[in-house]
């Protein structure tokens, strides 16, 4: 199993940026696939990105494409979402995710390829 611990949500403006990190505890992080999920208050959790354990594999949720990446250094046992231009439909909270399911997007997109969760982060983007 692996801790994960998010941090930099806020409140921003529309058109503004930001980078979450989620910081991982826990033994062989470099093996675990990380996604990031968005909760929106009355919404369905919902995927944004993952990373697979290999940085060049990336995919991304339609509604983010090109305005969010997600990254990670596994020296630091930390994964990364930048965030820019961010729009109010942006606002919910954020987790972030670790798995060892397989590399494909049918599966890598659900909640249930994920066995650790962090508590989330608040990302809120005002008009």
């Known amino acids: 199993q692996v801790q994960l611990v998010e941090s930099g949500g806020g409140l921003v403006q529309a058109g503004a940026s930001l980078r979450l990190s989620c910081a991982a505890s826990?033994?062989?992080?470099?093996?675990?696939?990380m996604g990031w999920f968005r909760q929106a208050p009355g919404k369905e959790r919902e995927f944004v990105a993952a990373i697979g354990r290999s940085v060049s594999n990336v995919y991304y949720a339609d509604s983010v494409k090109g305005r969010f990446t997600i990254s990670r250094d596994n020296a630091k046992n930390t994964v990364y979402l930048e965030m820019n231009t961010l729009k109010p439909e942006d606002t919910a909270v954020y987790f972030c995710?670790?798995?060892?399911?397989?590399?494909?997007?049918?599966?890598?997109?659900?909640?249930?390829?994920?066995?650790?969760w962090g508590q989330g982060t608040q990302v809120t983007v005002s008009s």
């Open positions: 995710a670790a798995g060892t399911t397989v590399w494909i997007r049918g599966v890598l997109t659900t909640s249930g390829a994920y066995k650790s």
């Open positions: 826990g033994r062989s992080f470099s093996s675990y696939i």
